[in-house]
């Protein structure tokens, strides 16, 4: 390895476009869809454990899956770029993409989810970060203003878009506190029509596990490049 290493350059819509398109809507490796496979691994794991999980069909399943992919994806994007031009444009970019592909009902949705980030990113505000509220509500004041003006300057309509950009803002330690996990499983359980509180300690376990590891392996995937807005 030589003394220094450049990392390539890629442009912010080519790399969500080839992950959107081989990790979350046709993850083929071999000719075998990856994300059926995934699918049938999650719900072997929870079904182990809780078995009335295996009258969820496993369509219904991968379909909740890559809603929940988009979402955490969004959500590590924000936690790695924070705020600004990046942040904005990766949200218009996945509304753009999914109108294009039809999947509007993904970014539908993902609306649950990302309003269960922003509750618990004030529920982290008021509680453990309650002892630097004033600085942490100001600072998130700033960076959504900060986001309206550059959705302006992008010609990008302040609408869902950008909320959903705001809902994610100052949310990186109500997740490394784990504050999101178990709201997102009961945000997930509901969507598939489980009752979460039915759940065993468990088959949450498991469930927490795999959003954590969805949301590593999209953080992870911009480790050897460097993207530009």
Not at 128 to 147: A, C, I, Q, V
Not at 166 to 195: D, Y
Request: proline share 2%; with cysteine; hydrophobic share 40%.
């Amino acid at each position: 390895m030589g003394f220094f290493t450049t990392k390539q350059e890629i442009k912010l819509e080519d790399f969500c476009r080839d992950f959107y398109d081989t990790q979350i809507l046709n993850p083929l490796i071999g000719g075998i869809h990856a994300g059926n496979v995934f699918t049938d691994v999650v719900k072997k794991n929870v079904v182990e454990v809780y078995p009335e999980f295996s009258k969820i069909s496993s369509e219904k399943l991968c379909e909740e899956i890559k809603v929940l992919r988009f979402e955490l994806f969004a959500l590590a994007w924000t936690h790695k770029f924070v705020s600004g031009k990046i942040v904005v444009a990766q949200s218009d970019f996945t509304k753009s993409y999914l109108t294009e592909k039809d999947r509007n009902d993904i970014w539908t949705g993902m609306e649950p989810y990302n309003n269960m980030i922003d509750s618990c990113t004030l529920h982290w505000l008021t509680s453990l970060g309650k002892m630097n509220l004033s600085f942490n509500y100001n600072m998130r004041e700033d960076l959504t203003k900060k986001n309206v003006e550059v959705a302006k300057e992008l010609g990008v309509e302040n609408d869902d878009r950008v909320a959903r950009v705001n809902h994610r803002l100052w949310s990186e330690n109500a997740w490394k506190q784990k504050l999101m996990l178990g709201p997102l499983v009961f945000t997930f359980c509901e969507r598939i029509g489980i009752n979460a509180h039915d759940l065993n300690q468990e088959a949450q376990f498991r469930l927490a596990a795999t959003i954590k590891g969805v949301y590593e392996g999209a953080e992870q995937s911009w480790d050897k490049v460097k993207i530009k807005g």
